[in-house]
């Protein structure tokens, strides 16, 4: 990570060891000080950003992340966020390309870090949740939302006859891929996934995906959309005791179960089931949420919906011709 001018990128080297050593005023002083030098650069301004947070001074901190947006419109490294929980805003949704790069970099660990320290178990959940709701035999067609390095596909492989997925991140499909247990695979956003299927599943989940997503609007007419008559919709989130959704600290949404009732229903969806349910932990702490499956009473598709292409279909193949057949 260059500026592309020398003095700039020894002047940041020393800020971020000022920043280890725990003295965050000093390392934004000696940012700033750099930022004058090469005031284009998005990762010197995400840092000033940064360490003017951790140094207490919020009210510069905001106006220093609103800087970085103004050089990365796509927020790659997520400043969106950031300046959400300092603003006690409410985003709808974190940021596709921060998403993307967080779980690159984090799929060559993902698998070790989620079981052995955050003792993640949503997919074995969501097998439960199904058999609690009688949800009894094989699936015809099975879609797995956030499907991630594979964990809820292998989770549910014995129970479908034809598995896809689809994840935000190129490295996670990887490791997907290499399970051998999808039929389909595809990199992409899961709206746009879901509405290039050309035939209707049975089964559609999304273990601990909807976490990054707060309103859900949009996931939910898209499954609507997609499942088969009486098809179910399995999932897991973190909960919170409020309304709607919110955002935590550990950049994750929590939603309501009223929430959640109310949205299934506008949509048509019958409750099958809804659980407390904790599938996973967080500094060793139990964090609370619902496993829930949801049934679709109907489903349509509207006209011209969109054919999905994958952005790294020379890496993996395409949904759509598969999911004709």
Known sequence: MSSGDLTADRRFAYAQLLRRDGDAAAAAEVL???????????????????????????YDAIPAYEAYLALDPADFMG??????????????????????????????????????KLHYRAP?????????????????????????????GAALRDRVAWLGGVDLSAAMIKGAEDKKIYDQLGVGDMVDALDALSAPCELIVAADVLTYVGDLTGVFAAVQRCLAPGGLFAF????????????????????????????A?????????????????EKGVDVPGLVVVLRGAKAWRPPGARRYRSPHEAMVPDLSGALAT
């Open 236 to 263: 897991t989130v973190q909960r919170h005791d409020g309304d709607g959704f919110a955002l935590g600290q550990e950049h994750r949404f929590s939603h309501g179960q009223s929430y959640i009732e109310t949205l």
């Open 265 to 281: 229903a506008r949509r048509g969806f019958a409750v099958a089931l809804m659980d407390a349910a904790v599938s996973r932990k």
């Open 32 to 58: 700033a000080q750099t930022i004058e030098l090469v005031p284009n650069w998005p990762e010197g301004r995400f840092a000033l950003a940064e360490t003017l947070a951790e140094a207490g001074r919020k």
């Open 124 to 152: 074995q959940i969501i097998r439960a949740a199904l058999d609690k709701a009688r949800a009894v035999g094989t699936f015809a067609r099975a879609f797995d939302l956030g499907c991630g390095t594979g964990l809820a």
């Open 79 to 116: 400043a969106a966020v950031k300046l959400a929980l300092l603003t006690k805003a409410t985003p709808d949704t974190l940021p596709e390309a921060y998403l993307r790069r967080l779980f690159d970099e984090y799929a060559p660990r993902f698998e070790k870090a989620l079981i052995e």
